[in-house]
């Protein structure tokens, strides 16, 4: 795994590559972005709700994976959200003069999903997200809480993801990617009444 990010008052922006025997997988994300994306999975569902990730958090986002696909998605899914975990985690770097918190209530037609961050250094995910049907294309609906979960845990922020009302499940996956969008665009803006400081009394925003 190779990283790089660039220094606390520079660009906001981290490169990370992780190859395994079941995926090989590159992404760049810079948080102070206009939303220009570029993803290849080989997962097309999958791509869909990156490009809406990084076009309503206004994240610019580079992601090159090939992976198992033979067996299945699972691979592919929960490694691309590690990936994007540890790019969200380096390229915060110390997390100064960031809002910390970010909440969103997204509707998506029939949909409705909240999703409420905190930027904490502590992993936690509540997932509570049903789905009716088992397939979005040719994406298993299971995997969804699978990607979040990696990108929680490996970027150390606590993520609460709840469906409020929606049944269609296209509706559901983009309603829950963009209320994350949302809230993760308000947690990671820099304050300007917090200067350059750590919002925590801790003085460290770590686990």
């Avoid at 969200?88 to 961050?117: F, N, S, T, V, W």
């Avoid at 509540?126 to 397939?135: H, L, N, Y």
Wanted: with cysteine.
């Amino acid at each position: 795994m190779d990283a790089a990010t660039a220094g606390q008052g520079e660009a906001r922006r981290a490169t990370i590559a992780r190859k395994t025997a079941e995926t090989d997988i590159r992404a760049t994300l810079t948080l102070d972005g206009t939303g220009q994306v570029r993803v290849a999975t080989g997962i097309g569902f999958l791509d869909h709700m990156l490009t809406a990730l990084g076009r309503h958090g206004l994240f610019d986002l580079e992601v090159q994976a090939t992976g198992d696909l033979h067996i299945d998605g699972h691979h592919t899914t929960e490694d691309v959200g590690i990936v994007l975990g540890q790019c969200l985690r380096q390229a915060l770097g110390e997390k100064r003069g960031i809002r910390r918190y970010g909440h969103a209530l997204l509707p998506m037609d029939e949909a409705l999903a909240e999703a409420a961050i905190d930027i904490s250094g502590r992993p936690y995910l509540a997932w509570s997200v049903p789905f009716q049907r088992d397939k979005v294309g040719t994406m298993d609906t299971e995997l969804f809480e699978e990607f979040f979960r990696a990108f929680t845990f490996n970027a150390g922020i606590t993520l609460h993801l709840t469906l409020k009302a929606g049944t269609n499940a296209h509706h559901v996956a983009e309603a829950c990617f963009k209320a994350l969008a949302r809230s993760l665009r308000m947690a990671v803006e820099l304050d300007s009444r917090a200067a350059d400081a750590i919002p925590s009394t801790k003085g460290v925003l770590e686990a």
